[in-house]
T-cell receptor, first 112, second 115 residues
Framework: SQQGEEDPQALSIQEGENATMNCSYK?????LQWYRQNSGRGLVHLIL?????REKHSGRLRVTLDTSKKSSSLLITASRAADTASYFC????????????FGKGTKLSVKP | EAGVAQSPRYKIIEKRQSVAFWCNPI?????LYWYQQILGQGPKLLIQ????????DSQLPKDRFSAERLKGVDSTLKIQPAKLEDSAVYLC?????????????FGPGTRLTVL
């Protein structure tokens, strides 16, 4: 079963614009992670936010976490064509050694 | 550092045939995962190893899927016999282990097509 649900399913923006993706989940978590998957490539870890954190930054990425609403958002600022990819949130409920449950992903297209 | 290696990258078989995938995790990574990713969906965990022991195989269809991690390093995932619905990308990932090392490192995947 998939715990995370990303929203929107697809997003198309122009280079330079910001992109915001949301993730909702169902059960309590230890941490929430965001991964990126380019066409034909494997998943790459972007950022992790722990359940006791509310916001985290990494370069052009900003992640927020609201455990009361069981939701997270990923903001990519000043997007580039190279950011075109699918983005997945993954929750770690702490049950067994980092077992992750992935959502269905948001497909981001950044037009030059 | 070398990443997670998987082979083959692509495999086409007919239903009821058998297939095996191989994964070599990052050196020193104690935890290894196999995921199935069906087109348009996120990865779904099939099995998780800690060293050479199984931690979680609750979502592995054990009537047809099997996996092993001999000596706690390389791992193989086998499907026997394959069904049409097994068409997917099979991803292997590894993790260093411990409470603070939560990031999983993924291989490029094996794309399986069952005809």
């Amino acid at each position: 079963s998939q715990q995370g649900e990303e929203d929107p399913q697809a997003l198309s923006i122009q280079e330079g614009e910001n992109a915001t993706m949301n993730c909702s989940y169902k059960t309590s978590i230890n941490n929430l992670q965001w991964y990126r998957q380019n066409s034909g490539r494997g998943l790459v870890h972007l950022i992790l936010i722990r359940s006791n954190e509310r916001e985290k930054h990494s370069g052009r990425l900003r992640v927020t976490l609201d455990t009361s609403k069981k939701s997270s958002s990923l903001l990519i600022t000043a997007s580039r064509a190279a950011d075109t990819a699918s983005y997945f949130c993954a929750t770690d409920a702490g049950r067994s050694q980092g077992n992750l449950i992935f959502g269905k992903g948001t497909k981001l297209s950044v037009k030059p | 550092e070398a990443g997670v290696a998987q082979s083959p990258r692509y495999k086409i078989i007919e239903k009821r045939q058998s297939v095996a995938f191989w994964c070599n995790p990052i050196s020193g990574h104690a935890t290894l995962y196999w995921y199935q990713q069906i087109l348009g969906q996120g990865p779904k965990l099939l099995i998780q190893f800690q060293n050479n022991g199984v931690v979680d195989d609750s979502q592995l269809p054990k009537d047809r899927f099997s996996a092993e991690r001999l000596k706690g390093v390389d791992s193989t995932l086998k499907i026997q016999p394959a069904k049409l619905e097994d068409s997917a990308v099979y991803l292997c990932a590894s993790r260093l282990g411990g409470r603070l090392n939560n990031e999983q490192f993924f291989g490029p995947g094996t794309r399986l097509t069952v005809l």
